[in-house]
């Protein structure tokens, strides 16, 4: 009951400051979005917003999945230190998968290093049907005051009809604009680093 209270208050502004603005991306781009804060080697949703006539998703608020299947958690995981990410992730026992999903995520430190150095270097994550079979997601940090990652935003999308990787890299494409300006927002609103 203390750790749900403190999160609760810990997380409190962030949620307020994020709510209307992922409300405002949903609008724009009329596909679901999350905003999610790392917790250990998990991310744990703290606004959800889902756009209506849009695949149905697992996330909600509350929930917790494990940080290197999300895009929103290798959004996170990407501005790390890589010693803060060796420290979360020293074996492979850490690297849990998702029962009854046929893409399968990192499995080892060095397959999550690759997977988080591409997010950095391109400035986003992606992850296609590891969380949900035939759903996308897109990420982009969030940081604060010292640079450090906030937040993670993702939007979520059906990756039906998308089979090349020109159609994806297109659907990708068509979303970063509004995902970036947004997650550069709620950064200055929290008095962070962009």
Known sequence: AFELSSAYTRQQPLTRLGAPL????????????????LHGTDVLYVVEERAPRRPSLVTDVGVRLPAHLTASGRALLSALPPAQLRALY?????FTQRAGVASTG?????????LVTDAA????SLE????????????????DHIGWPAAGIAVTF??????????FKERIDSLLPEMTATAHELSRRI????
């Open 158 to 167: 059906s990756a039906a009809g998308l089979n090349t990787p020109e159609a």
């Open 128 to 143: 296609r049907g590891e969380i949900t079979e035939g759903l996308a997601s897109v990420g982009v940090v969030v940081k």
């Open 191 to 194: 008095h962070g680093a962009s």
């Open 106 to 114: 990192p499995r080892t430190y060095r397959e999550l290093k690759a």
């Open 90 to 94: 020293p074996d492979s026992i850490v």
């Open 121 to 124: 270097t391109q400035g986003y």
């Open 22 to 37: 992922l409300a405002k991306l949903v609008d724009h781009i009329g596909e679901s979005a999350h905003l999610a804060v």
